[in-house]
Every structure is written in C-alpha cells, then in structure tokens.
C-alpha cells in the first residue's frame, strides 16, 4: 500500500518535471493557463502526510533527496558540461550546519543558514577553478569532498575529542514538508533561470565558451553565480536530512558517492531535458531504497553497470529513448530521417 | 640533522609511491586521453591480490609484482579495446570523449570496487613481510620501504629509457603529440593507445602491491590514492610522464614534512598545495 502511494506521487514529480521543461518554451500567459494539472500535482504530493502511511512519506523524503542533488547538479552542469563532483561537499556541509546550530535555533532558520553556507562555499570553489580549464574543476571538487572530510576528522580529534556529533531530531512529516518546499523551489528556481537570460548564457557558454565571451558575456561571473545557486539546495536538504538521520561523522556526512549518485542519475535519466534527470533520480533513487534492503553488496555494482551501459549505448539517456518513441508514434515509419 | 634526513628519506619512500601510481595516470591521461577514475581500484587489486597470495598461497609479494603486473596490463588492454574504443567512435570530438570516458571511468571504479567488496569484505586487510630494519645514517627505516623505493625509481626509469630510446616509446610520444597525425605517419594508433592504457594499469597494480607491503588495505583504499595521483598528475603536468614522477617525489617530501608536525594534516597539506597550483600555476611543474 505504501509502495503505491509512493509510485502514484513520483509519477506526480516526473509530470511536473516534465511541466517544467515545456513550460520553458512557452509565453507566461499560456502557461499559467497550463498549470492547473501541475498544481493538482503538487496537491497530492503536498498532503501525502494526511493519506498515506508513514513508511511512504518517510521514502519519499530519501528520493526528494536524491531528486534536489540530482536536479540541482544538472542546472549547472547541464548546459555547461563542466562535471561538479561537489555534491557530496554542498550537502555535508548543511548536515553540519544542522549538527552544529540545529539545538539552538529553529528548524527553518538552521536549513536556510546551510543553504546560505553552502552558497559562500560554492562561491569560492567557483571563483577558484572555473577560470580554468574544465578538468580542473572536476578534479578540484572530487578532492574537495574528500578534503573537507579529512580538516573535519583532524579539528573532531583535536579540539572536540569525540568523533562524530548527535543532531535534534525532528519530525517525519516535518522533513517531508522542508523537503517538498526546498524541492518546489528548485523547480521554481531552474525555470526562471532557464527563461532569464542567464539561462541563454548558461547554454552558450557549454556550446562554445570562447564564442560565448566574444559576445561579452562575463563568463566565470555567470558561471559562478549559477554554481552557486544550484549549491543553496543542496545545502538545504542536507541541513533537513540529517535531523533524520541524528547521529554523523565526518566520513558519512562527506561521502563521495553522494557527488556520483546524481551525476549517474542525471545521465541515466537523459541531460537533453529538463525532466530527464527528475525521471532518472527517481527512479534510480526508488530502485535503490528497493535494493538497498535486499542486496545491499550489490547495489554499486548495479549502479556502475547501468552507468556504463547508458554512457556506452544510451547517450541520450531514458529521454533519448522516449523521445525516439514519440518521434516514431507522431511520425510514423519515417520520423528517424 | 638526523631528524632532516629522516624526514628526507622518509619523504622519498613515500614519493616513490606517489610517483608510480601518478605515472600509471598520466599515462592514461596523458596517451590515450581517459581520465581513469578507476585508477585507484587498480591500486586496490594489486594490493588485495598480493595480500591473498601471501595470506593463502604464501607467495612473496616480490613474486606478486611479476605476476599483478601482467594480469592487469591485459584487463586494462581488454578493458580500451572493448569498452573505451566504442566511446572513441562515437564520441564527436576529443572534449566529449574525455568526459565520457571519465563517466565510463566512473562505472568501472563503482564495479571493480563492488566486486572486491564481495570478495573481499570490508575488513581491513594487512600482512608483515619484510618487517627488518635497516639502518641508514643513524636512522632506522623498514626494509620493505626501502625495497618499494627502489623499485619505483627502478621502473621510473626503466620507463623512462622505453620512452625515449624504443621504437613502441616512439609511437607512444607521437600517439601523445597528436593522435590522427601519428595514425597516418604509420602507428598502429588502436593498438598503441590500448598499450598505454594497460600499461598504466599495470603500474596502477605493481604501485598495490607495494603499497600492501607497508600499509593496510581494504576494498575500499583506492579513492585517496586515486586523489594523491591526481593531485601529483596535475602538480606535474597534465600530460607530462616525467612531470608525473618529479612531482610525486615533491609531494612525497611534502607530505613527509607535514606528517612529522602533525599525521592528520597530510591530506590537508596536499589539498592546500592544490589550491595553490591552481591558483598560481595550473601547468604544473613540467606541463605544457
């Protein structure tokens, strides 16, 4: 029963991905004229609280997880096709916000001061390596998880004596609520920058980077800019995710797999469009919560096989493949030429 | 003065290390264009293989070396020839098959570690041999670093010479100069760069294995010496093999030199120098 309640609100997420992603392209009044399914959506997902089981909002709130990184990752490295492999970094670092402020100050406050921390952390990251060369900054930010790790590790040994830190908890439907917040937001954020003209630069500056600032635009600040952005969410559902999770140490809040999860889900999904990485968090992250219970030794290997297999055959990922469906539905036996 | 050179020598074990696993990178980044984020794994096979030889078959992890090396030249050969070829013809252009074949990478570092996890377990793995002291201007250091020193300078340059005086060094220097250009000019290009890519797996493993003589390990070892090689490589010189070499050695002194002050630091040093290459020099030592 939870199980279904939690499929009937994915599929919810995936249309208003998908919502998203044409809401884009088209006049503002059209789409507020469209919206009325979207916001249905939403509904259902917003009072999943009040019909569902606990086990079914509590699982939701994990994929929401992996849906903020996965998402936020791709309106950065999307268009731009610089690889940041700081998820991991951005999130650990509201987890710590939480551990660290989350006695004294209210849930709300404690969350937004991690999106903020995690906005100034990006700030400087960005500011450091993206006048570089893109290998650069990938290598950079696969260090940086590990980095901030280690300092964390040394100043707990050192200066605390303990190892680790225990967070207030805070409520099941609470976290869920946070999390669809900081979710809605997001969607919110990617399609206004998406319409802006940053956007436009965004896409530019991925196509052709030297072209891009022949136009003048100012490359590293509009890179920087959106970097930072796509960090604030993810700062912020690490904030709320660890009043879940009460007890973290350094190694776990700071977990480079946690950077390539949303990298392998937003190419498993497809990088093409908007809705390509929802579709491809979510169900990667439900398969996940799935298998993680049944074969937990062997979860990786499954998701390295898919990684290759997509990279190898699919590049285009699952959208790739949805769109050649539709284009051979619409078009009929010639729609590939 | 004692102390100075002991830290100095111990700094030289380590960069030996450094040096070989940052070659074996380099090598692959270097030639054949992939940034292996497998490397590390590599580095964790020819170390976890060496421990079960030794723990099960008491096979001398110096026998292990001749055996690792091989074995892993052939899967990193096997591995270019079916799976990064493929992305070779279907890639556009150079920059879009770097990144795909570092997401490919990806894949096979979450597999290889998968599996070792399976065989392996997560326990940490260790075993003593060559636990002798040797001493050397009053200090005293394991004769077992100061065999892994030595052969890390011995097929340093025992590379180097295969670079710069064969005829396959040859072909591997223009494959790296320009790869189309080489192809006409006669080099089996396929062949050459699926060489370089197995070559840098083997160094990865021979690098395991004597990184199991002096510490221990466990399936899940490869990702900070995936990071160390990293940061080498690029304090070298991306795509610069003798760059690689000198710069492990630097970064080994380094690191030396931190840990007498404080053990915890060395990752933290590392990644500060890091920060600075970038910020001051992104070339590196020797790149180009």
Known sequence: MADIMVLINLLALIYIGWFVDWAVKQNKSKVWLFSGLAIIMLVILATLPNYGPIYSYIMLSGILMYLILTVSWTMFSGPTGYISLASAAFFGVGIYTSAILGKDLPVLVVVIIGGLISVVLAAIVGAITLRLRGIYFIVFTFGLVLLISSVLLWYEIKFTGTRGRFIVAASNDTIYYIMLGITVLMFIAAYLIRRSKYGLALQSIGQNEEAAAHMGINVTAVKVAIFSISAIFMGMAGSIMAMKWIYVDPYSAFDPFRSFLPVLMAIFGGMNKFYGPVLGAVILAFLEEKLLTEFPYVYKLGFGIILIAVILYLPGGLVGVVEKVRARIAKGKNALT | ?288
Request: hydrophobic share 55%; proline share 3%.
């Open chain 2, 1 to 288: 003065m004692e102390r100075f050179l002991d830290i100095v020598i111990a700094g030289l074990l380590l960069g030996g290390l450094y040096a070989l696993i940052a070659m074996g990178l380099s090598l692959q980044y270097g030639v054949a264009r992939v940034f292996n984020i497998a490397h590390g794994e590599f580095i964790m096979l020819g170390a976890m293989t060496t421990w079960t030889l030794y723990t099960v078959f008491n096979i001398s992890p110096l026998v292990a070396i001749i055996i690792s090396g091989p074995v892993a030249f052939v899967l990193g050969f096997i591995i270019h020839r079916t799976m990064f070829r493929k992305l070779l013809s279907s890639s556009a252009n150079q920059g879009i098959f770097e990144s795909n074949s570092m997401l490919a990478s990806f894949g096979l570092m979450f597999v290889i570690q998968n599996l070792a996890f399976i065989i392996w377990g997560p326990e940490i793995r260790a075993y003593n041999y060559l636990t002798e002291t040797v001493s050397i201007g009053g200090a005293l250091f394991g004769a077992r670093r100061l065999v892994t020193l030595a052969f890390a300078i011995a097929i340093g340059v025992a590379f180097y010479i295969f670079l710069a005086r064969t005829r396959i060094g040859k072909a591997i220097r223009a494959a790296g100069q320009d790869p189309n250009t080489a192809g006409l000019m006669g080099v089996n290009i396929n062949w050459v760069l699926a060489l370089c890519f197995g070559l840098g797996a083997a160094m990865a493993a021979v690098a395991g294995v004597l990184v199991s003589m002096c510490y221990p390990d466990s399936a899940v070892m490869g990702q900070e010496y995936l990071t160390v090689a990293i940061i080498v490589v690029v304090l070298g010189g991306l795509g610069s093999i003798p760059g690689s070499f000198i710069g492990g050695f630097v970064l080994g002194i380094i690191g030396s030199i931190v840990a007498f002050y404080d053990p915890g630091l060395t990752m933290v040093a590392y990644y500060a120098i890091f920060i600075l290459l970038l910020l001051i020099r992104p070339k590196g030592i020797m790149g180009k």
